[in-house]
């Protein structure tokens, strides 16, 4: 062990290390994994039967939770949410996730099931063959156009409606500044 040193930084570094050198060591097992992730909160539901509708419309964090939460029954682990995220930012479909979760080990073993997602992952999968995968999904691209087009233009619209509500928050805040402002003016300085 080394000497104790004067520095209060080198003392609580000293202290730290021989309390983590006290603790038992923890050996992570696929049990041990499971119940060191939180627990569900008693609202979350405890379905086994979704629709794929459930999860379309929800996005980035929020989808990544939602869909750890229904499909493993627990929250995302650290590597796990950063890869999905990450996947999400790259352009990977909410399909290809949902359906990697469904059949991974973990999930299988869960049997959740979502309507809608069989047919459109094996779709998915197989815009991923070498070659011929490319091709289908530019063909899917041009059938589903008309579709991709309302999609596009009731995003905007919710990103412009979106952007219009900051400006108003904005402006609000703004305006209760002036008023606090204005108001401590007028008071009469205290003497």
């Known amino acids: 062990m080394k000497p104790e040193t004067s520095d209060p930084l080198s ?6 290390r021989a309390e983590a050198a006290a603790l038992p060591e923890f050996v992570t097992t696929e049990n041990t994994r499971a119940s060191a992730m939180p627990a569900l909160a008693l609202d979350h539901p405890q379905r ?5 509708d459930d999860f379309l419309h929800v996005h980035n964090d929020e989808f ?5 939460r229904c499909v493993l029954k ?5 590597t796990g949410q950063l890869t999905a995220l990450q996947r999400l930012a790259a352009g990977d479909s909410k399909i290809a996730i949902l359906g990697d979760l469904c059949t991974s080990a973990e999930g299988r073993g869960y049997g959740v099931r979502i ?11 197989l815009t991923r063959l070498p070659l011929i995968g490319a091709v289908i999904e530019r063909l899917a691209l ?3 156009l008309p579709e991709i087009a309302r999609e596009q233009r009731r995003l905007g619209q919710a990103l412009a409606q979106h952007h219009a509500a900051a400006d108003l ?3 609000a805040a703004e305006v209760a500044r002036l008023r606090a402002q204005v108001g401590a003016e007028r008071e009469p300085p205290r003497t």
Request: overall charge positive; hydrophobic content about 45%.
């Open 11 to 16: 003392r609580l570094q000293q202290e730290i």
């Open 48 to 52: 086994l039967s979704y629709a794929l």
């Open 64 to 68: 990544v939770e939602l869909a750890y």
């Open 74 to 78: 627990r929250a995302p682990d650290p």
């Open 115 to 125: 309507a809608g997602l069989a047919q459109r992952y094996r779709f998915w999968r």
């Open 142 to 144: 041009f059938w589903n």
């Open 169 to 171: 928050a904005d402006l």
